[in-house]
């Protein structure tokens, strides 16, 4: 049953979420500021199409000119009386009666997504917890260097070519590719949607006991032997 919000209740939540944007005491970072600082001037883009971005790799605007109006975490900033808010809460409402369907839009860099059309849904979505967003994204690919961060990025770009899979990662330079091998999945095999391995990694319900059963018969031990053999730092994963 879709649950019918007030202007009311959207006045009350969008001030709570000003107050605690306030509180974190920082803005949003902007891509092109970043690109500049890191001397990337010529940059190649790839379309990637329409992705379900994870909420929690969406950490800022493509652009200087909305990241003063939002946190650092993509709370709303500016007073309750202006447009933004009130834009803002027409999202809130919509959320809530009917759904927000449109993707945004971003751009990928480093395996972290930054908005350029979009930023007051992903704030309103934030704000309830969203896991995912969908959004039609472009990657910026940054110049090879020798740098640990840079290799791991390759590789990774390697891994999301087979499995579309952007909700993983390490610390280590390797484990892409050892997780490759370990579901018996190699590039010159082809792409990984044809293998089980994605479709149990990129499930978010599980509609029956059956599937349930071939995800701890299969993926757990799979990621139990990966985790132990590469002591792996950090893994985000929506399973």
């Known amino acids: 049953m879709a649950i019918t919000a007030t202007m009311a209740e959207a006045q009350n939540d969008y001030y709570k979420a000003m107050r605690a944007g306030k509180r974190e005491g920082e803005t949003l970072p902007n891509l092109d ?12 883009e790839v379309p990637l199409g329409l992705v379900q971005i994870p909420s929690e790799l969406i950490v800022g605007t493509k652009t200087a000119g909305r990241s003063s109006a939002f946190s650092k975490g993509f709370k709303p900033l500016l007073k309750e009386n202006t447009e933004f808010a009130y834009k803002w809460m027409a999202l809130y409402k919509a959320h809530l009666n009917e759904g927000i369907r449109e993707p945004i839009k971003a751009y990928e860099f480093m395996n972290k997504f930054y908005v350029e059309e979009g930023n007051k849904r992903v704030s309103v979505l934030k704000f309830f917890d969203a896991v995912s967003i969908p959004g039609n994204v472009t990657r910026i690919v940054p110049p090879r260097t020798e740098e640990k961060e840079n290799k791991i990025y390759y590789e990774f770009m390697d891994f999301y070519a087979l499995s579309r899979i952007n909700y993983i990662w390490f610390t280590q330079l390797g484990s892409f590719a050892k997780l490759q091998r370990l579901v018996g999945k190699r590039p010159e095999h082809g792409a990984m949607t044809t293998d089980w391995i994605l479709h ?8 029956n006991t059956r599937q349930m059963a071939v995800i701890k018969s299969r993926l757990l031990p799979v990621m139990r032997s990966f985790i132990l053999s590469v002591c792996m730092t950090t893994v985000h994963s929506t399973i």
Do not use: G, M, Y
């Open 33 to 44: 500021d970043i690109l500049k600082e890191k001397n990337i001037v010529a940059v190649r």
């Open 200 to 207: 149990l990694l990129t499930t978010v319900s599980v509609p």
